[in-house]
């Protein structure tokens, strides 16, 4: 009965629906390395741009913008000028956002390690030479009045905001203050970060009070205080499985230069077993971008090099360097099938965002904007780009058909696949999980924790 | 020189004492040094023999204990478990940990027929793969056991017991037991004091803690059985033997102890050699010196005896040197009192010479003079009988013959005078030539028959002489080789330089003289001419060595005589005076 009563009050406390105030905790098991717009380098630094920073658009599921610090937008010249008018937005310094800072903000934004980035420069007027630094001149970017700035592009492209949805496309005030939901009150550090609600954000005062960043073990969650955290790597994962559990083969050196090799590579992970034991709340993927970014065209009728090599074996020796945010379990598992196909493997871990070219690499990648087009695009540059795979991403990007685009992306996608430099694995969700009492926590297509509209139970 | 090498003779003696110690005392200490040596180097070599067999005798007492524990856990889990677990996909998963933690086995692994992993506790990420395991060459219970580690898997030495039997009617292969990495053999290491490590030859890897030196040991051939090996500067004493076809365990102990504590027993051993030897040297010099030592004085005191020095001849020793010492200095005092019996003598001689030459040389005068008085008184007795005229003439013939003979014997008192009262001689640079030519000058007149020939050397140095002393000398030889020569014949004077100084000849053709007379002729109040009183050449010697030189002669019969001084040409120890002789 006591049981049943304690269950009714707490249902009925969440049915009262959100409420303001309260603290939420989240135990990280790295802390971030900048406070700064830039590239995310693991889950900490993508909660941390989340909580602090604001973007001018977002990007819904279909890769479409959806306003952030820019209310409005509208275009002309067939497609390639448009016009973005802000919202009347602070920063958390007190000052107004204004264009000049949107404009400052992007051009800091187009000199990044971003793939968004280098997108928009592709396709921006004097963008190329500008991302080059051979010209301090942007004749794509200006600004018509405090309120509204304009950008021109060569081409007319199907999405041509959508790169600004990029964390590093973050803007900040001209003494360095974001526009997030939340305020650091403290640096960031070692030890975590703390930071408490923006009453002036764009879309309003967030529900919780304080959000607490803390750095520790990643199996407790623990502080040192003794009060357990509310978002933990122990609790059930949050869906959905946005991260893409890849391998990521070196093309140029032996034994994985073969392409057969690189092929019975990928065939031999059983996939669904992997997703099954080894990752809690995984899916097996054999296509590299999610079902909701790009649905997968349908299983080739060719018989998979499994089925065909008999016996499959792969002789060789490789060094496999593992991201920190890998399961143990799971990479374990990677090695094992690559073991059983013939390859001495050594395993060495490696921080999660050094990903470097010409090595070998397990990894869990999540797109930096959830767009299809640019996710592409960012594993192409991943593979060292793929000569077909350029050009029919950019004739892609002119297609702005929807349909079109998508089935053009879907080939584009078969054909990275298909040089089985990068091999999808599995799908996972990002390795936190709520304690009960914690509502509203949303994790984005990009990996990024939103804790903007949680709210916890007094 | 004389003196220098009666001093080598001494130290030869003493040298020669000091070998004998040397060699008597050496070989038996390089003997003991070298008995000690290999004797504490052979019980090192045996103690570290010995630990090294104990080491691998405790590898493979550890290795058969785990096999036992783990073939009985294996056997118990066949029995009783394995053939009564359902087979399911998810209790396949965790079946192998389940019994693994439940019967104490670390490692755990479940296989069917066709080496499928169906349930591992120490790789769950290869169920559903091939085992990826092998077997270590010559052993079935010694196995290269793939386990999970960090993002990966690795190869680890492992002791397991295999067992077949059925899960649910399925014929399944259970293989279990217990790691033999670097744990163990760290715990094996630490338990020995020696470091234990495992070698497989045939995989080319070593099986050892993260520290330990083994494993840097790159080319390592474990079949030998034992021997040393270089890491690192380092050099090992190790021992092997085989757990398989392929696995060898190995043991080390650092081989540098061994060789600091057999150093260090050499070195203590030498330094005990070395201080005995330089205690053997202590006492025989100290014994050599006793020895010697008496010896050596022994032998200055009979030099000192040999220049006539016949006082202080005692010499302290207790042995027979000691007698030896006693006899000489009895010999000594006998000599001593022989020569003053001698002396004594010789002065009653030349006393009773000197009376009788005294008597004689006065009896001359007297006699004469007694007979002129006789002469006169007889005469005077006579006188009334004769005429004054013949006493007056015998008168002064009596009286002049009287009075000659007193002139005789003040002559003969002057010269006994001058020889008693020889005045030191007064030194001055002096020019021989020009003494000579003056002393010739002097005697010139009165050698009418003689020649005198002169044979002066020229640049000769001046010599330091009392210029009326020398002068005296030469004319006393001068006079007696005038004497020598009545009836004529040659006087040859000449200077030459010598080696210690100037040499002055005085030489005659007279008759010579005999042996006897030479060995005499300096002997005072000697001599073989009439009327001489013999203190002639008594003189000349005196001033001669007055001057600090010495006098020879050379004569023969007929064959004439040479008197040679010679004299130094550097000032003495006679007084001088810058100006000349007084």
Redesign the interface.
Known sequence: VLALALGAGRSARSALGPRYGGELRIALAEAATSVEPSMPRGTADRILAGLVHETLLGVDDDGRPRPALVQSWASAADGREWTLRLAPATFHDGAPVGSADAVRGLRRFLRSESAAAAHLARVLEGGDEYRRRSSEALAGLTTLDDARLVLRFRVSTAVPLAALASPAAAIVSGRGAGAGPFVPTTPPSGRGLRATAFGRHVRGRPFLDVVRLIVGPADRGARSDGADADVTSTAPPLPPATGLLLLLLDPAAPPLASGRARALIAASV?RA?LAR??LPGGEPAEALLAPTLLPPLPPPSAPSPRATASPASVAGRVV?R?ASD?P??A???V???L??LGLE?????APAAAVAAGQPR?LVWYPEVAEAGLALEELAALAGWPAPVRTALEAADAVRDFDRRRAELQRIEETLRGTHVLVPLARLPLPLGGRSGVHALRVTASGALVVENAWVEP | VSRLSEGRRGQGLRGRLLAAFVLVAVPPLLLFAVFVIALVSDRLERAARQRLGQGLDGVRARVGRLQREADAAVAAIVRDKVSATPISDDNARNAAAELGASHGLPLLEIVDGSGRVLSSRHWPAGVGLPEGDHEVAGTSDLRWETIAEDYGAAERLAVVATHRGTWSGVPVVVRGGFPLDAEVLGELSDLMGAEVALRDRARGRWVARADSPLAKAGAFDPSKGDGTVDIAGTVYRWAAAPLGASLWEVVAVPHTLLAEVTGGVRWLTLGVAALALLAALATALVLSGRIAGPVRELAARARGVGAGDLEHTAVEASDEVGELARAFASMTHELRTSRERLVQAERVAAWREMARRLAHELKNPIFPIQLSIETLRRALDQSAAQDAERFQSLFRESSDTILDELRSLRAIVEEFSQFARMPPPRLAPTDLRELVERVLALYRARAATVRIETGLAEGLPPVPADRDLLARALGNLVANALEAMPDGGTLSVKTRAVAEGVALEVSDTGPGLTEEQRTRLFTPYYTTKKGGTGLGLAIVQGIVSDHGGRIQVESAPGAGTTFTLVLPSAMGNGHVEPGGAA
């Not at chain 1, 493997?345 to 871990?349: C, D, L, R, S, T």
């Open positions: 059983d077993q034991h080894f496999l593992v890998v143990q379990s990479s374990q598992r090695v094992a099938h073991t059983a493997v050594q395993a060495i871990p397990l």
